[in-house]
């Protein structure tokens, strides 16, 4: 590594050899491909792009200081669901606490106390499935448009909406993702009696497509489905979804289901790899999304780390949807406020947020000296923290994904940089 | 001969604020959707 990679401040950059003489530099927002050179003309490079780097950090992490002018509220609102998934990492529809409105309302009212007239995304996520408390999700979004200047809608849903719903998605351009594992669907997200959803989620597919609704399908793969992704890809395809994320199953602590159900690393990696290279051969039209492969960037995973308003359906706050009850591990960490409903006011714990903002991979060790990081971000740190707890240290299991897929994603990239229509958006390329 | 690519994303904001695709994003973690770029069931 040249003084570069050493200085603290410049662990925004990073060098991976792919195979001999073919190497990846790893900066933010950029991805540079060496090709047939020697590892001392590929570091070389990265000293000529100092000045460059420097700026370009300067630049990721003054966006980073810049709270710009959206701010994000998502709204639990219940624990209730119609379907039992087999994996759930909520154990959806165990527990029927719904959120009442005065909740909501307080926690609009306690945000617009700092960020009223500003932009807002409020967001609808489980727990449980959204849509059971419909009612609450259109007086919430009523209330909010009196508050903050522009309201922007954002619902993960099972997608067993009735047709009222559809219309309230298309109304206002809600932002969408949906859980939909294609052709392993029915084993996998069954009712609450155990009877298909499957047939009323692609119906509701079809309507989004029908209406030229852009969303996100989102598909959970077990270790008995990871040999269909490819079957699901080309499905969803014919479907005519344009955006498919696909991620491993992963079971803690308060999952339904079991360890048995984990696809091993090299069988996702490996089948995600066939999966991509299926979707370049045959020209599907579909971009494939994963945690695994996000811009790189020195900025945390996600917003866990102290900055997410999660609420829920009780008027707690926690950082992260998969630790919503204080009787949940990690509880005394992840729920790191509440909302008085009497006066408008969120109340947070410093010693709990104080821990919170440690779950930055800059903090952690292993990931300090690993090329990866400003791809993967130091993974999940929910999953690190099941897997590890504290202090933060990544998923053995994520760790190895990591380093089965993006090297060949890499590859990939290299051979033909066509990959990248389906791998990413907003991007240009020069050689 | 050494050759070079380069992908750079145009937007230069971070990971979280970032579009709804992998390569943009841990997927719309803030701003497209439920903000988990991973939400696995």
Redesign the interface.
């Known amino acids: 590594m040249n003084d570069l990679l050493k200085d603290k401040q410049f662990q925004s950059v990073s060098m991976i050899s792919l195979s001999p003489r073919k190497y990846a530099i790893i900066e933010?927002?950029?991805?540079?491909?060496?090709?047939?050179?020697s590892e001392k003309?590929a570091k070389d490079?990265i000293k000529k792009d100092d000045a460059v780097l420097k700026k370009?950090f300067l630049?990721?992490n003054s966006?980073?200081k810049n709270k710009?002018d959206?701010v994000?509220l998502?709204l639990l609102p219940t624990m209730d669901c119609n379907l039992r998934?087999i994996?759930?990492?909520?154990k959806g529809g165990e527990s029927s606490t719904y959120m009442s409105s005065l909740v909501a309302f307080s926690s609009l009212d306690a945000l617009a106390k700092n960020a009223g007239g500003r932009n807002l995304?409020l967001?609808f996520?489980g727990g449980g499935e959204p849509f059971m408390n419909f009612d609450l999700m259109q007086k919430a979004y009523k209330y909010a448009k009196n508050l903050f200047n522009k309201v922007s809608l954002?619902?993960?849903t099972n997608g067993t909406f009735e047709c009222e719903q559809l219309h309230w998605i298309l109304e206002n351009d809600v932002?969408?993702?949906i859980?939909f594992d294609g052709v392993s669907h029915k084993k996998q997200r069954p009712f609450k009696d155990g009877t298909s959803s499957f047939e009323v989620v692609e119906g509701n597919i079809k309507k989004l497509i029908t209406a030229h609704k852009n969303f996100?399908v989102?598909c959970?793969v077990t270790h008995e489905s990871v040999r269909k992704m490819t079957e699901t890809a080309t499905y969803l395809s014919q479907l005519g979804v344009s955006?498919l994320?696909i991620?491993?199953?992963?079971i803690s602590e308060i999952?339904r289901g079991d360890s048995s159900m984990i696809p091993t690393p090299k069988e996702f990696a490996d089948n995600f790899l066939v999966m991509l290279k299926y979707i370049m051969d045959n020209n599907l039209k579909m971009?494939?999304?994963?945690?695994?492969?996000?811009?790189?960037?020195?900025?945390?995973?996600?917003?866990a780390n102290g900055r997410?308003l999660?609420i829920t359906p009780e008027g707690n706050i926690t950082s992260?949807?998969e630790v919503t009850k204080i009787t949940d591990p990690f509880s005394e960490i992840m729920i790191y406020g509440s909302i008085s409903t009497g006066n408008g006011t969120f109340s947070f714990n410093k010693i709990a947020l104080s821990k919170l903002k440690t779950l930055h991979f800059n903090n952690c060790r292993k990931c300090s000296n690993c090329g990866l990081r400003l791809i993967c971000?130091g993974g999940?740190p929910m999953?690190n923290l099941w897997d590890n707890g504290f202090p933060l240290r990544p998923s053995k299991y994520i760790c190895q994904i990591e380093h089965l897929l993006i090297p060949e994603i890499f590859l990939l990239?290299?051979e033909n940089?066509a990959y990248?229509d389906i791998?990413?958006?907003?991007?240009?390329?020069?050689? | 001969?050494?050759?070079?690519?380069?992908?750079?994303?145009?937007?230069?904001?971070?990971?979280?604020?970032?579009?709804?695709?992998?390569?943009?994003?841990?997927?719309?973690?803030?701003?497209?959707?439920?903000?988990?770029?991973?939400?696995?069931?």
């Open positions: 933010p927002n950029k991805i540079i491909f060496v090709i047939d050179a003309e490079l370009q630049a990721d966006q980073e710009q959206i994000a998502s998934c994996y759930c990492y909520a995304i967001k996520v954002a619902v993960v932002s969408l993702r859980s996100i989102e959970i955006v994320k991620e491993p199953v992963h999952s971009k494939i999304d994963t945690g695994f492969f996000s811009k790189p960037s020195v900025s945390a995973y996600c917003y997410n999660i992260c949807v971000g999940c999953r990239l290299m940089p990248s791998l990413f958006d907003d991007i240009e390329i020069s050689c | 001969m050494m050759k070079i690519m380069v992908i750079k994303w145009k937007s230069t904001n971070g990971r979280e604020q970032s579009n709804q695709l992998a390569g943009a994003s841990h997927p719309g973690c803030c701003s497209q959707d439920g903000g988990c770029p991973k939400k696995h069931g």
